[in-house]
């Protein structure tokens, strides 16, 4: 059983729908991610947390440390948030070398 | 400013031939590392390397060598591929602290 699990597996909205992808891990972390992997392969990183709220744009990454669960929001989603979302988690020090152990993944579909 | 570069984009090996998967980042960042990426998988770690002139094994190191040959550098070498190793291979670095991952876009290996 994975360390981290992310539901749902595959997500299908229509334009402009709040979307939500949870993520939930079974062990102490130091910070959890969140990071996208457009259509093409390329991975970037949208949100590095270990409490509290983040906001970037229309994106919001949310953790609860006690409940060991985190959610990515997306706001009015549009066609180009289409792409594979990937929960990881960093267990130990975020220093150099500490490992994170990633999700699955949520595969979502934005449609015109 | 190019971040992480990785070559090839694509191969195709036959079963027992050798390759180097080559990375280089120009962001100064002291940690490297190699990941692989499969159907129904989270990213997996191989190895990854602290700082210059060091490595670690990851979860999966098994048929894999890896070299940091400076602060830019990290390769993974496959000295006698299988099957197995078809996958897609990304490699990443960060700075020291409290810093998400840059990835690299990915070496996608086929061996048949």
């Known amino acids: 059983k994975n360390e981290v699990e992310q539901s749902p597996q595959n997500l299908t909205a229509q334009e402009g729908e709040f979307i939500t992808i949870n993520c939930s891990y079974s062990?102490?972390?130091?910070?959890l991610h969140w990071l996208q992997q457009h259509p093409g392969g390329g991975i970037v990183s949208l949100f590095m947390?270990?409490?509290g709220k983040k906001k970037h744009g229309r994106l919001i990454a949310t953790i609860n440390i006690q409940e060991k669960h985190s959610s990515l929001h997306i706001t009015a989603s549009h066609p180009r948030d289409s792409a594979v979302y990937i929960c990881?988690?960093?267990?130990?020090?975020?220093?150099?070398?500490?490992?994170?152990?990633f999700g699955e993944g949520t595969q979502l579909t934005v449609n015109p | 400013n190019a971040g992480v570069t990785q070559t090839p984009k694509f191969q195709v090996l036959k079963t027992g031939q050798s390759m180097t998967l080559q990375c280089a980042q120009d962001?100064?960042?002291?940690?490297m590392y190699w990941y692989r990426q499969d159907p129904g998988m989270g990213l997996r770690l191989i190895y990854y390397?602290?700082?210059?002139?060091?490595?670690d094994k990851g979860e999966v190191p098994n048929g894999y060598n890896v070299s940091r040959l400076n602060k830019r550098e990290f390769s993974l070498r496959l000295e006698s591929a299988a099957p197995s190793q078809t996958s897609v291979y990304f490699c990443?670095?960060?700075?020291?602290?409290?810093?998400?991952?840059?990835f690299g876009n990915g070496t996608r290996l086929t061996v048949t």
């Open positions: 990443a670095s960060r700075p020291p602290g409290y810093s998400p991952l840059h």
């Open positions: 990881a988690v960093g267990v130990g020090g975020e220093t150099s070398g500490s490992r994170l152990t």
């Open positions: 062990v102490g972390i130091s910070a």
């Open positions: 390397s602290a700082s210059e002139g060091t490595t």
């Open positions: 947390l270990s409490s």
């Open positions: 962001m100064n960042h002291n940690s």
